[in-house]
């Protein structure tokens, strides 16, 4: 094929609809129990999770706190926006009113909620001892860190009055059905939103040793809160008797559906895995080596080869520039292919944001390093700087979606041709 952007850019958006929470998650969603109902959620998916709900069980009272410009029409569901990936006093101030609701509940109740990848730094309710200008310092630290979304979310857990199945506590003795849309490696619920409806067993001193091995700047109020036992909920604790956990979404059936429309287009398809962690500029080396390898390998007439994998990739940024992990992959991978014809990638987050930025990814091709130096970028500087999302605006070769209403993680594919 000429052009084999068209195609990689139809199989991103084919992973996306298949996460649309209108299509997930319905085959999950009980007939409306009788009785009162409250729905409750948190993520850069939970509005569309709402409105789907809405859409089968009609109006329904509750709050559900999304990202700004994530929000959705809902008829009873209040959809209240605030700051990701660093919480914001709107995040503050729902989280308070999310746990008002769950206050006095009785065991004939039944609450709906919907969790999805953002819920961590949406939730925003600090432990005892901690502002949120404590909590918001964190988080930026963990975001530049490097660290994978276990080691940040378990940290989160202790500083926090909702995440680590304290969220479930608080509507004990009330049922509790948690429907969630995974954008962990590994599907893990205790780590998707930082697991507030799931119990957890780490403690205060693991999650103080996290922050050590990640050399982790924290506000001193941290170490004090973290010096002591917090409220994380263990897995057998009674109040999370009455709680099921589901997941609807994750990122294997989005990257399943991709590769069967690649296939459809005459592709060899190859899974690399759907939960890879790791330093983005490390991991595409190691990718590159692997596509030139796989071309090596080919001979003229032979189908083209799909690299397709999944996961959630790092940075830890040395720089001072405008970045995110699959923008900075695909400038890493650029260069460590430097210029190999017949190569060509895409990798984007499924929730339209890489990083802090409003971009989803990148493209990358033969000619990119040689459109960068024609507008006179540096690529080698540009990664180093951490620039990523700065480099692909130049040379016109972002993605670009805006909300996309879902969140199943990363999407990167690589396409190599004979």
Avoid at 232 to 244: A, K, Q, T
Avoid at 262 to 279: K, M, P, T, W
Wanted: charged letters at 15%.
């Amino acid at each position: 094929m000429d052009d084999p952007a068209p195609l990689l850019r139809a199989l991103f958006d084919r992973a996306v609809e298949v996460a649309d929470p209108m299509r997930s998650l319905a085959r999950h969603l009980p007939a409306r129990p009788p009785g009162r109902v409250l729905v409750i959620g948190a993520g850069k998916a939970s509005a569309r999770m709402a409105e789907a709900v809405e859409s089968v069980w009609g109006p329904c009272e509750g709050l559900v706190l999304t990202r700004y410009g994530y929000g959705r029409p809902c008829r009873g569901i209040m959809i209240v926006e605030a700051a990701h990936p660093v919480p914001d006093a709107a995040g503050l101030a729902a989280t308070d009113r999310m746990l008002a609701l769950l206050h006095g509940l009785t065991p004939d109740d039944f609450v709906l909620a919907l969790i999805s990848g953002g819920a961590s730094a949406l939730l925003c309710a600090p432990a005892t001892g901690l502002t949120l200008a404590d909590k918001q310092a964190v988080n930026a630290a963990l975001l530049a860190s490097g660290a994978p979304i276990s080691a940040m979310n378990t940290v989160r857990k202790h500083l926090s009055r909702v995440k680590g199945g304290q969220l479930a506590a608080a509507a004990f003795p009330a049922r509790m059905l948690a429907l969630m849309i995974s954008d962990v490696p590994g599907d893990d619920p205790a780590f998707i939103g930082s697991g507030p409806t799931v119990g957890d067993a780490t403690t205060a001193v693991q999650a103080s040793a996290l922050l050590a091995r990640w050399q982790v700047p924290v506000p001193a109020a941290v170490s004090g809160v973290l010096s002591r036992p917090t409220g994380v909920v263990r897995p057998d604790d009674p109040r999370l008797s009455r709680v099921e956990n589901i997941i609807c979404a994750a990122p294997s059936q989005s990257l399943a559906a991709a590769a069967d429309m690649a296939r459809s287009a005459g592709c060899e398809v190859r899974f690399l895995g759907d939960a890879l962690e790791g330093e983005a500029r490390e991991v595409a080396a190691a990718q590159a080596a692997q596509a030139l390898q796989v071309q090596a390998s080919l001979r003229p007439g032979d189908r083209p080869v799909l690299l397709l994998s999944g996961g959630e990739l790092t940075v830890t940024r040395r720089g001072t520039g405008i970045g995110g992990p699959n923008a900075e992959f695909c400038l890493a991978l650029a260069l460590a292919l430097n210029g190999a014809g017949g190569i060509h990638a895409l990798a984007c987050d499924t929730d339209g944001v890489d990083g802090a930025a409003e971009v989803a990814g990148a493209l990358i091709g033969p000619d990119t390093l040689s459109r960068a130096r024609a507008a006179g970028l540096d690529p080698a500087a540009a990664l180093a700087a951490n620039d990523a999302h700065s480099f692909f605006a130049a040379i016109d070769r972002q993605v670009v979606t805006g909300p996309t209403l879902t969140n199943v993680n990363d999407f990167r594919a690589i396409l190599i041709q004979p």
